[in-house]
């Protein structure tokens, strides 16, 4: 009678994001069974996502199959399927369509979703920015604004067609902003014959009193002023009452608007209600300092899903780079823990969040960048900013493509990934009277 072989070590991977794939990654050689799951079959280079909302970069350039990353590696199994649960007794994922997975160690690297404040109603009217649809659905609404404005005879209904709010002033509102108001400007004048697109409005509002908060004040108000030379009306202090089909109101004013962005807030996945887990006010699971679930440490929860505390003690951003590094750190630990090392004592020293720096482009020109060491603004800050972004693609076809898009935009104002795949029935049959 032969013996049954021992089954490796399972680690269930719960999210393909930065912090996801990192622990994939660096897992190699662990002698571990890895299982990925992801509702996606696609990863997606966030930062770069408000590009294909604003027509400069198709979705190709930005997302690569999870499949096709691992596919020479024979101890991933990749899963799609949504995540529903997790029996923390049983050690199993519970997928939608009832399958479970079991496993050894799980890491939930599972992201955040759009807030609204307790105003879910406002979402049809102002979709968030996280995923490949959310980026169509907002590049298919833009272009359909100038398309509708094209043929509408009344100039009220038009001006509404033409003015473009952007809600939330930090990096992503700022992105889009700017965006859009060279979309408007530089790249559409030429392509209508009823309307002046360089009439448009773009409004980014920003409750609080400046855009960029996390950054240094100084660079804070360059990327305002950046942005008001652009084109762009930056209302600060004056929170967002309400968002309808009509437009938005905002402190005592009500603007008329067929086009609204939400870069205002995010929630956490519901990873804290599966596991019945601590959670902070933005639902993200308090953890360790070893990034590993109170009570539960074959659990991990890294990126935006956990709250974690840096080195000052403030929460460590919702961004790639603190994603991939917590993502390593788990990775190391889980190795650290099948070889029975320990570190003075410890199963594994704490997580510690390094800083390498922030950045954000205004134009395609002008960026801002805070390394802490160093701030940098302008068109040097745009070169740093646009190298940075390159290296961290996925490919040499894909740094090639965006670099050779980014060359054409800057020369000649042309942003060839304009397509409007879909009839976006809310956009195409609604909108302000």
Request: glycine share 10%; with cysteine.
């Amino acid at each position: 009678m032969s013996e049954t072989a021992p089954h490796l070590h399972r680690v269930v991977i719960v999210g393909g994001g930065f912090g996801g794939l990192e622990t994939a990654k660096i897992l190699k050689g662990a002698n571990v069974d890895i299982c990925l799951i992801d509702q996606r079959n696609h990863h997606i280079f966030q930062p770069l996502l408000y590009q294909v909302a604003t027509a400069s970069l198709a979705t190709s350039e930005i997302a690569w199959p999870i499949r096709s990353i691992f596919r020479d590696r024979r101890d991933i199994t990749t899963i799609l399927g949504r995540v529903v649960g997790v029996s923390v007794q049983g050690k199993s994922v519970f997928l939608d369509d009832g399958t479970a997975v079991p496993y050894d160690t799980l890491v939930l690297a599972t992201g955040v979703r759009h807030a609204y404040f307790g105003h879910d109603e406002w979402e049809p009217f102002a979709p968030g920015l996280k995923t490949i649809e959310d980026a169509t659905l907002i590049r298919r609404r833009i272009l359909l604004a100038f398309e509708r404005a094209e043929r509408e005879q009344d100039p009220a209904r038009r001006a509404a067609l033409l003015t473009f709010v952007v809600i939330g002033g930090g990096p992503t509102g700022v992105e889009l902003a700017g965006t859009i108001a060279e979309l408007a400007n530089t790249t559409l004048p030429q392509e209508f014959r009823n309307i002046d697109t360089t009439t448009s409005r773009i409004v980014l509002i920003e409750a609080g009193p400046r855009v960029l908060a996390s950054y240094p004040d100084d660079l804070s108000d360059y990327a305002r002023t950046s942005l008001e030379k652009l084109g762009v009306e930056v209302v600060l202090g004056r929170p967002v009452k309400a968002c309808s089909a009509d437009g938005v109101v905002y402190g005592d004013e009500t603007l008329p608007a067929a086009t609204i962005i939400w870069a205002a807030g995010v929630r956490a996945s519901p990873a804290a209600e599966w596991l019945g887990a601590a959670a902070d006010r933005a639902g993200r699971l308090q953890v360790l300092p070893d990034l590993t679930v109170p009570d539960h440490p074959e659990i991990f929860a890294i990126g935006d899903t956990a709250a974690i505390a840096g080195p000052d003690g403030k929460p460590v951003p919702g961004i790639a780079p603190a994603a991939k590094q917590a993502g390593a750190y788990v990775a190391r630990a889980i190795k650290a823990r099948l070889e029975g090392k320990t570190f003075a004592g410890k199963a594994f020293p704490a997580f510690i969040y390094r800083h390498q720096g922030s950045l954000a482009q205004i134009g395609k020109s002008k960026a801002v960048i805070d390394f802490g060491w160093i701030k940098l603004r302008g068109w040097l800050a745009w070169w740093i900013w646009g190298i940075a972004h390159i290296y961290f693609l996925i490919g040499l076809r894909t740094r090639l493509s965006v670099a050779l898009n980014w060359l054409w935009i800057h020369t000649f104002n042309q942003r060839s990934a304009r397509l409007i795949t879909q009839r976006d029935e809310l956009g195409a049959s609604k909108g302000p009277k």
